[in-house]
């Protein structure tokens, strides 16, 4: 177990937690999401340690990093040029508050455990809150910072033995972190795995002590053993025009039944060995953008997949969940109730929860939705069904909140409990891995595609 | 998704999608669950995983790098499985892969971001109507560029000359966050290893992974997303314009 200090990344997010311990439900004073200048506290950038010479960091750091300092050191003189460096921005677009991603239970500690893909945190709860109405959540432990490698991550899993967390970054950084239970801070995490390019959800075969990875960007999954790290390969890959896996996101491991669980966004190109990529590919992953067939891409409705839990290769799924009736829509995450045979899907595009058989398939009506205004469901993304506890937790991007629902709940029924992260009447911009910009001079609008 | 380009002309803008392979145009007032006015798709568009994109409203044409170091241009208008009309690529234009690239319709430049050895990142500059493997007539790089790596789409302002360019940094945390990440303005007649007329927002300063850049020339500004932040920041920058 490993406590440390908070050193930097969380300026933000200590604003936060201190408006929370304060406040609780209580509307703050001060602006939560701002489009003006944000006060010095709650903007100041983390700091950086200051860049070290190639010679001190040779071998510990990326090449492309490398390759960077190497640069510097060939620079005869510092940039001569009109300076701004400091330059302070007018107005500054972003969120001051968490935005829920992922969440998964420890059942054994009690806790719950929930990405934020906008301060970049892991954030751990008291899971059993609200026992009176004065019982607010309790904040038990804050992971983040650069030292983490925490960015933008979309899958959790919890071991249950040990209450190690497993947190998967999607596509700035190539890397799985496994932390120890009790990490907080910016620690750095107990284990690393390097990963395909946009991975996004994660599922463990603790029988077999097998991790699964969906791949978006690959349309694949792969399966590391569990305790893989650095650069070790997959032990197999699925992958191949027959999966049926197009822009996959969500899994969830069906034990008792040995089934595989994916959502499927619904983009898709076929991959084929390219004997003139300009970069080598590494042995045992799978085919990626540099393996693309040209004009090969589709986009299909999305579908929920599913496979035994041993498949490998260009295998077809058992089965697909897909068409009009099934209320896809951008599905995300996923979890099961193993003993009820029910799937819960996070329809992040639909603002939904969607509760399936077990045993559906084709286009296969769900059998219970949660949805409107009272459910606060509001682009779901991560959900996670504790057996224990007979509860479903359910992650809301779109307005800072992470909801409790009786996983019996239908219609517009409101959570038992809610983790929120700021009032409910503040805006949400959105914002997750901004990239290009565009300013419509027409309407003197800034398009942002995230 | 690494491009996205307003075109005031037409009211429209245009993004790739990478997974579907596909390039897709919306109304300029699109909302909600909106779909594209035109898609081009198929196998005689070439395309294979576009990210980067712009957009030429005057001479209406749209411009998309493969991952293979090609540059393929379509009309416009085109729509369905439309192949492209031009391309540029070889080993001569020195365009290694899928960058961003910015197209200046006053002066008739195309600018792509290239590599060449070691990681070296550099500034190519094309006729607006090149095509084949025809060399750049400028390229843009070297040590004293400070050019490190690119951060995301450029943008140009044909009126100066400008290039507006943003550059990652290097650092123990270079691929999450660097303190000397900056945005850069070159000038469209530089040629060699040139230093930024300006840099804006770092090095040193609140930049920590810069990404694309938009122009509000009528209020004078800068627009730069920035990863790290998960943010946008507008700076006034009248000195550019």
Same mark, same amino acid.
């Given at each position: 177990m490993r406590h440390r200090a908070f050193?930097?990344?969380l300026p933000a997010a200590l604003c936060m937690v201190a408006w929370l311990a304060m406040t609780g439900d209580t509307r703050p004073?001060?602006?939560?999401?701002?489009y003006d200048p944000l006060d010095e506290e709650c903007t100041a950038p983390e700091p950086n340690p200051a860049p070290a010479a190639l010679s001190l960091n040779a071998g510990a750091l990326p090449l492309r990093t490398m390759l960077m300092q190497a640069r510097i050191a060939e620079a005869q003189t510092p940039i001569q040029a009109?300076?701004?460096?400091?330059r302070k921005p007018e107005r500054m677009i972003r969120d001051p508050y968490a935005a829920y991603s992922a969440v998964a239970v420890d059942p054994g500690h009690d806790e719950v455990v929930m990405t934020d893909e906008n301060l970049f945190n892991i954030w751990v709860y008291?899971?059993?809150?609200?026992?009176?109405?004065?019982d607010r959540p309790e904040l038990r432990r804050l992971i983040g910072g650069?030292?983490? !490698?925490?960015?933008?991550?979309c899958g959790l899993y919890i071991?249950?033995?040990?209450g190690d967390i497993y947190a998967v970054n999607n596509d700035t950084i190539d890397t799985l972190v496994i932390f120890s239970r009790g990490t907080s801070g910016d620690s750095k995490p107990d284990r690393e795995l390097h990963t395909p390019h946009g991975t996004f959800g994660i599922a463990v075969d603790e029988e077999k002590q097998e991790m699964f990875l969906t791949v978006q960007h690959n349309n694949a999954i792969v399966v590391f053993p569990k305790s893989a790290k650095g650069a070790e390969a997959p032990i197999r890959v699925v992958q191949g025009?027959?999966?049926?896996?197009?822009d996959p996101h969500g899994m969830a491991l069906d034990t008792k039944r040995g089934l595989l669980w994916v959502t499927n966004h619904g983009s898709v190109h076929s991959v084929r060995q390219n004997p003139n990529r300009r970069r080598g590919g590494s042995p045992g992953f799978p085919l990626d953008r540099d393996d693309a067939v040209p004009g090969s891409g589709k986009m299909l409705p999305p579908s929920i997949t599913v496979y035994a839990k041993d498949v490998r290769g260009n295998a077809r799924p058992l089965r697909s969940i897909q068409g009009?009736?099934?209320?896809?829509?951008?599905?995300t995450g996923i979890s099961i109730d193993e003993d009820r045979n029910e799937i819960f899907v996070a329809n992040d595009g639909g603002n939904s929860v969607l509760v399936f058989d077990g045993n559906a398939s084709g286009d296969a009506a769900p059998l219970r939705v949660i949805e409107g205004p009272r459910s606060l469901? !509001?682009?779901?993304t991560g959900i996670f069904f504790d057996k224990k506890n007979h509860e479903l937790w359910v992650t809301n991007f779109g307005n800072h909140t992470a909801g409790v629902y009786n996983p019996d709940a239908s219609g517009d029924a409101a959570p038992l409990r809610v983790i929120r992260s700021?009032?409910?009447?503040q805006p949400v911009?959105?914002?997750?891995?901004?990239h290009p910009i565009a300013y419509d001079t027409r309407r003197e609008q800034v398009l942002v595609p995230n | 998704m690494h491009g996205i380009a307003y075109d005031a002309i037409h009211d429209e803008f245009t993004v790739p999608q990478q997974f579907g392979q596909a390039i897709l145009t919306y109304r300029g007032n699109a909302n909600g669950e909106e779909p594209p006015i035109r898609v081009i798709q198929g196998v005689?568009?070439?395309?294979?995983?576009?990210e980067h994109l712009d957009v030429d409203p005057v001479h209406n044409e749209i411009f998309v790098p493969t991952r293979d170091g090609h540059i393929l241009v379509f009309p416009r208008d085109g729509k369905g499985d439309v192949a492209p009309i031009r391309v540029l690529g070889g080993p001569? +234009?020195? %365009? +290694? #892969?899928?960058a961003p690239l910015a197209v200046d319709p006053v002066n008739n430049l195309l600018v792509v971001g290239g590599t060449a050895g070691r990681g070296q990142t550099r500034l190519l500059i094309f006729n607006r109507t090149d095509s084949g493997d025809t060399k750049p007539k400028a390229a843009i790089g070297g040590p004293?560029?400070?050019?490190?790596?690119?951060?995301g789409p450029f943008a140009v302002y044909p009126q100066k000359g400008e290039i507006l360019v943003s550059v990652r940094g290097p650092g123990p945390f270079a691929e999450l966050a660097s303190e000397e990440a900056f945005v850069g303005v070159w000038r469209i007649t530089d040629n060699g290893d040139v230093p930024p007329r300006w840099v804006i #927002? #770092?090095?040193? #300063? %609140?930049?920590r992974m810069p990404r694309g850049i938009a122009l509000d020339v009528k209020h004078r500004n800068m627009l730069v997303s920035d990863k790290r932040l998960n943010a946008v920041l507008t700076f006034h920058f009248p000195e550019m314009f």
């Open positions: 050193s930097v990344g004073s001060g602006p939560l999401v701002s009109n300076d701004a460096s400091r008291d899971r059993s809150f609200g026992r009176a109405p004065s650069l030292n983490t !490698k925490i960015e933008f991550q071991d249950p033995a040990n025009d027959d999966t049926g896996l197009a009009p009736h099934t209320r896809l829509n951008w599905p469901v !509001k682009n779901p700021a009032a409910p009447d911009p959105g914002l997750g891995n901004p | 005689h568009s070439q395309l294979d995983a576009p001569n +234009t020195m %365009i +290694t #892969g899928d004293n560029s400070h050019l490190y790596s690119f951060g #927002g #770092g090095p040193h #300063g %609140i930049l």
